[in-house]
T-cell receptor, first 113, second 114 residues
Framework: GENVEQHPSTLSVQEGDSAVIKCTYS??????FPWYKQELGKRPQLIID?????GEKKDQRIAVTLNKTAKHFSLHITETQPEDSAVYFC????????????FGKGTRLSVIA | EAQVTQNPRYLITVTGKKLTVTCSQN?????MSWYRQDPGLGLRQIYY???????DKGDVPEGYKVSRKEKRNFPLILESPSPNQTSLYFC?????????????FGSGTQLSVL
């Protein structure tokens, strides 16, 4: 089955700097890669996703890149703000068969003002 | 309001006392799933359901049961809870995960088994 590795497990950045979180996956048939953000004490919420027919997707200060050959994808947050502090989870799945979404272990991002 | 409703939010129980955590969604979603979240281990899937009367084991199904008799409800049952099931539990639903649809999470249930 699918295995998703996420790095780093913790990340501290100064406000205004960029943050990058990386994930690798094992199943070459995976073609859907979402990112979820979980603020302290809250539920995870989808912030951005990318499908395998696209190499990069951007939404304001957040971008995700995908390298299918290397089987890795990354979340990029620019101009970080204190409200970006949260745990971020990457995930992967394939749009066929009876295979569920598999999550990485999460990255705790702290943005220091 | 579209939502996934979990109850209870907090639960303290003792070893061996059967309990049920309820999950209900009002979005007519086909896919529902249960996760447990433990520090450093991320979100691990317990069971999932692609549709009514269809359930499958996730990564950590031992000690849990589920049922999907109706589309909107997906209860999680712990027949004989043990301390290693102390965790934060999330229910989630999606219109169709196979199509890469967004997961909606419930607010979570913090379970402590003494």
């Amino acid at each position: 089955g699918e295995n998703v590795e996420q790095h780093p497990s913790t990340l501290s950045v100064q406000e205004g700097d960029s943050a990058v979180i990386k994930c690798t996956y094992s199943d070459s048939a995976s073609n859907y890669f979402p990112w979820y953000k979980q603020e302290l004490g809250k539920r995870p919420q989808l912030i951005i996703d990318i499908r395998s027919n696209v190499g990069e997707k951007k939404d304001q200060r957040i971008a995700v890149t995908l390298n299918k050959t290397a089987k890795h994808f990354s979340l990029h947050i620019t101009e970080t703000q204190p409200e970006d502090s949260a745990v971020y989870f990457c995930a992967a799945s394939r749009n066929s068969g009876n295979t569920p979404l598999v999550f990485g272990k999460g990255t705790r991002l702290s943005v220091i003002a | 309001e579209a939502q996934v409703t979990q109850n209870p939010r907090y639960l303290i129980t003792v070893t061996g006392k059967k309990l049920t955590v309820t999950c209900s969604q009002n979005m007519n979603h086909e896919y529902m799933s249960w996760y447990r979240q433990d520090p450093g281990l991320g979100l691990r899937q317990i069971y999932y359901s692609m549709n009514v009367e269809v359930t499958d084991k996730g990564d950590v199904p031992e000690g849990y049961k589920v049922s999907r008799k109706e589309k909107r409800n997906f209860p999680l049952i712990l027949e004989s809870p043990s301390p290693n099931q102390t965790s934060l539990y999330f229910c989630a639903s999606s219109m169709g995960l196979l199509r890469g649809e967004k997961l909606f999470f419930g607010s979570g249930t913090q379970l402590s088994v003494l």
